[in-house]
């Protein structure tokens, strides 16, 4: 699924592979994500909605993807996008429901911190970065995951950016597990240049992802 990011190819763009569905916080349905996939002829997109471990809509969501891909005959992955829940790199799905996906993706969102998960917005710039890389790390050493979700993605969202080394720590565990680093255009579109300087070093897994919530926002790789 995933390629290396030197082996990537001018038309890897064309696969998204981190997007959202009015089945959790997107605003289009999966039918129209993939009809708008095919509209701007990506080869390949996954849909990857937020759950938890109590989340019950999976398997309706799984077998209404497997549906319409059917339908459309367009490479859809199914999958979901779930937080990092503690420092030794569990998330916040069952064991049922990541057997049921084809693409798993852990992603640091609020911080555990004393049986409660708190914004990252509460803590200072320096130790948000800090927490925020404790987690990745734990999470794509861990083994669950195949992609790492918007890495540095809080860091960037509460303070405006990530430290760049810490970027590199994060990309040479990728490539030590064999874990995706999702290259998210929401979070990391006006640091590509930094990234790909990162990436071309260190040779990861990697797949582009638009972290997208409505179909505008669907393959927004292909533009740059």
């Not at 890495?151 to 597990?177: A, L, Q, R, V």
Request: with cysteine.
């Amino acid at each position: 699924m995933f390629k290396r990011f030197n082996d990537r190819g001018d038309d890897y763009k064309y696969n998204d592979f981190h997007n959202h569905t009015s089945w959790t916080d997107g605003d289009n349905t999966v039918e129209e994500m993939i009809q708008e996939s095919i509209s701007k002829n990506l080869n390949s997109i996954a849909l990857t909605d937020h759950i938890r471990e109590d989340s019950s809509y999976f398997k309706d969501y799984h077998k209404q993807i497997l549906a319409l891909r059917n339908k459309y005959q367009q490479n859809v992955h199914i999958g979901f996008e779930a937080k990092v829940k503690d420092y030794i790199g569990n998330i916040d799905v069952s064991i049922e429901n990541i057997k049921l996906s084809e693409i798993a993706i852990g992603s640091v969102h609020r911080f555990p911190h004393n049986g409660e998960f708190i914004s990252p917005g509460e803590f200072s710039k320096n130790k948000c970065e800090e927490i925020e890389l404790e987690l990745s790390l734990a999470a794509i050493n861990n083994g669950i995951i195949d992609m790492i979700g918007h890495p540095g993605g809080m860091s960037i969202k509460y303070f405006g950016d990530f430290n760049i080394n810490f970027f590199e720590k994060i990309i040479i565990e990728c490539n030590k597990n064999n874990i995706a680093f999702d290259l998210n255009y929401r979070a990391h579109r006006n640091i590509y240049k930094d990234l790909c300087k990162l990436l071309e070093l260190h040779n990861p897994l990697f797949g582009f992802s638009s972290d997208a919530h409505n179909i505008n926002s669907l393959g927004s790789w292909i533009y740059l």
